[in-house]
């Protein structure tokens, strides 16, 4: 085994100076900093937030890419508007717009089904598993290293789910040095219950996101179903609302600033850990190229759309989410350079390197951190060919199927053990929903657009970051790119849902011998596809090899000065808490902590996106906010901040009060936050939630479901005014 600086344990790596705004802490963490939380108001015991079997933690779930709750005993899982975007896109149609119109199921059976890969997973366990996955890592090298953590993950894995109605991974925590069996239960039939219209939903558009003041009802209501005998199961009529064994009661109190606030979720990833060298990479290349390629999709599918009012519906979520991408690339960019980043992470990674030099028997692990920085300068020589093959394999959807079906027709020639991650029979449920959803996210000219963007980007890399292979099928000059691309796209079956299907159910050889073009194109590509995944296993070894001993450096110097230790975030359960907080972000200007309906007044402009809906205008114009206007502002609030350390994939997480009741729905940071990936700056990092008072204003008065309030609990008023025509 290699020497190691400081034996690290997530356990020990809790410092008692740890700000109240600052970390997202493993529940594990929680009652180590008991004595912090109560100071910052908490009223229960944190000692039950360690529990994930127990409330509030076992009510929190991860929902589709973001996160959300349970708030009623019968599966109603509440999250945000935009993490349910692909669901309500999915069932609309230019006849059906439920984007534009919004939905509200009157009973069970109006629900609508979710898309078929569309997943609710409710966390049960999570263990520490680092003793079994390094066995047989130790000792080795690069490839062998990544391949021995790999079988030893899948084998934990295996394991797990061999209960049925599991789903389970493994989380590595501190970049290598910690490793955690995750058990969730997944939950397969979900279904729309309440959405409010976009304008509603997304109010402000991209123009307001990342912004504050804000004053959008970025929420949505689901409903999980399982099995007549309880059991995680496909969609089917016979299924039965879940029950969980907890959930959230949203709040009747008012909030006001300097209230303790406290937020659970799975936030995405963070980079805080980095090195010094990464974040100046993140700052002069990543992020620039990163916001470049992304206006260039969005001008391109723009485009393609035209006045196709199909094809917008078709790409309306994919847009929202390049838009979304775009914004926070160039929002991350400002924020570094605002807050001289790279030099702060300079100076802290050399007081660190000092610090170690100055403790006796450190040599190996000098040694392994002069090691990593040569892996990273390795991997930098291929980032922007990495970017656009990222790219053309996410987001043209027949081009991305076909490179999949190719894949899995590979992957299924071996023992399911030695399948890749992401190609074994767990995985095919999710491929298969994958492929069903493609037409509701496609159309021909559009992605033939995409495909000769992006093939035009890789054919003006440099030489060395070009893939020849992928020349030899579409050629190198933009004429040819062109003429291959529509060849490909005349000739296809792909286009065809039942194609796709019969295809994905085949046998290995009938995929590899299609004579369909965009298969044979797929077939041509995968021997370099697996050459340069080959490659990236080669240097993800030796990054999950050495990057331990960083972190145990870095881990003992900021022990040594107080400071808190927390895991990156890698979307595993997190816990952040703070206060309903103002905000100063600049010389003279002040944000408050909540917004009213005011506010949707004062930017409506007629026009998208500030067209506030005929039906919530004149309920604001009335004025009846009945028991959910704020009583110290004397109307209805819309959104609050707070100081929570959040970032992506914190979407969607309920936001609690000292005694655990539900106050707000995460769902945005502001502009000057955006950087908090990286780095955490307690000046201006803030959390944007929608009031929980907002929506049940909307759901009383405005878009009335009071079935769904008397289900949570909620008082029920009903509108005082017959509903406008919108």
């Keep these: 085994m290699r020497p190691r600086l400081i034996a690290v344990s997530l356990s020990l790596a809790v410092a008692a100076s740890a700000n109240a705004n600052e970390g997202m802490w493993m529940p594990s963490q929680l009652p180590e900093i008991a004595a912090e939380l109560r100071e910052a108001g908490f009223e229960g015991d944190p000692a039950d937030l360690a529990d994930l079997t127990r409330a509030p933690m076992n009510a929190v779930v991860r929902v589709g890419g973001g996160t959300g709750a349970f708030v009623s005993g019968e599966g109603l899982v509440l999250t945000n508007h935009h993490v349910a975007f692909g669901v309500i896109q999915y069932n609309s149609s230019a006849d059906r717009d439920l984007i534009g119109e919004g939905f509200i199921a009157g009973q069970r059976g109006d629900e609508l089904p979710a898309n078929p890969d569309f997943r609710v997973r409710v966390t049960t366990g999570f263990d520490r598993i680092t003793d079994r996955i390094l066995a047989d890592a130790r000792g080795k090298r690069g490839r062998d290293y990544f391949d021995a953590v790999d079988a030893a993950s899948k084998s934990a894995v295996a394991e797990c789910e061999q209960v049925p109605g599991r789903r389970c991974s493994v989380a590595n925590m501190n970049y290598g040095t910690d ?55 496909d969609h089917s009529p016979a299924n039965v609302p879940y029950v969980p064994p907890a959930h959230l009661q949203v709040a009747t109190s008012p909030v006001a600033s300097g209230d303790f606030a ?50 917008k519906v078709s790409y309306a979520s994919t847009l929202a989410s390049l838009e979304n991408g775009l914004k926070r690339a160039t929002g991350e960019l400002e924020g570094l350079r605002r807050s001289d980043a790279v030099a702060g992470r300079r100076a802290d990674e050399q007081a660190m390197l000092d610090w170690l030099a100055a403790h006796a028997d450190n040599e190996a692990t000098r040694q392994d951190i002069e090691a990593l920085e040569g892996v990273l300068d390795g991997a930098r020589a291929s980032r922007e060919r990495d970017q ?55 159309a021909e000219d559009v992605e033939k657009a995409v495909m000769v963007h992006l093939l035009e980007r890789h054919a003006a890399l440099p030489d060395a970051q070009r893939v020849p292979e992928l020349e030899a099928v579409f050629g190198g000059s933009a004429d040819q790119i062109r003429t291959r691309v529509d060849a490909l796209y005349a000739g296809t079956a792909l286009d065809a849902e039942d194609e796709r299907l019969r295809m994905f159910g085949a046998a290995p050889a009938e995929v590899a011998g299609s004579d369909d073009p965009l298969l044979q194109a797929a077939a041509r590509l995968q021997p370099a596809l697996l050459r340069l995944e080959d490659e990236e296993k080669q240097r993800d070894g030796e990054l999950l090899r050495l990057r331990p001993s960083y972190m145990s450096a870095l881990i003992g110097h900021r022990e040594s000065q107080g400071q808190p230790v927390y895991p990156d975030a890698n979307s595993t359960l997190r816990v952040s808490y703070g206060q309903v907080s103002t905000m100063d972000p600049r010389d003279g200007v002040r944000y408050l902590p909540l917004t009213t ?108 479901a009071p079935h769904l309030l008397e289900e949570m609990n909620l008082p029920v008023e009903g509108p005082s005014m017959a509903p406008a025509a919108r």
């Design 262 to 311: 406290m937020l659970a979720g799975y936030p995405g990833t963070t980079y805080r850990h980095r090195t010094a060298s990464e974040f100046a990479e993140q700052v002069e290349s990543t992020l620039p190229e990163r916001a470049d390629l992304y206006r260039s999709l969005i001008d391109t599918i723009e485009a393609a759309i035209g006045s196709d009012p199909a094809a």
């Design 179 to 233: 490793f955690y069996l995750v058990t969730q239960l997944e939950l397969r039939d979900i279904r729309l219950v309440y959405a409010p219209p976009d304008a509603i939903g997304s109010y402000g558009g991209e123009i307001d996101n990342f912004m504050w003041p804000r004053h959008s009802g970025d929420f949505t209501l689901l409903r999980a179903y399982v099995a007549p005998d309880g059991s995680p199961a």
């Design 388 to 442: 656009v093959l990222g790219a053309l394999r996410r987001f043209p959807q027949l081009f991305a199927s076909a490179l999949r079906l190719q894949r899995l027709a590979l992957e299924r020639g071996k023992p399911d053990a030695e399948r890749e991650a992401g190609y074994q029979q767990r995985d095919e449920a999710l491929i298969e929903g994958g492929l069903r959803q493609v037409q509701r996210r496609y």
């Design 597 to 704: 309906v005011e506010g949707i007044m004062e930017k409506h402009t007629g026009e998208a996106p500030f067209d506030a809906p005929l039906r919530l205008r004149e309920a604001i114009a009335a004025g009846d906010f009945g028991p959910t206007a704020d009583p110290a502002l004397g109307t209805q609030t819309v959104n609050m901040m707070t100081n929570l350390d959040t970032t992506g994939g914190n979407s969607g997480s309920p936001v609690l009060d000292a005694r655990g009741a539900l106050v707000g729905l995460n769902f945005d940071s502001n502009w000057e936050a955006v950087s908090a990936s990286w780095k955490f700056d307690p000046r201006y990092k803030r959390a944007i939630h929608v009031d929980m008072r907002y929506m049940r204003w909307l759901m009383d008065k405005v878009y009335p």
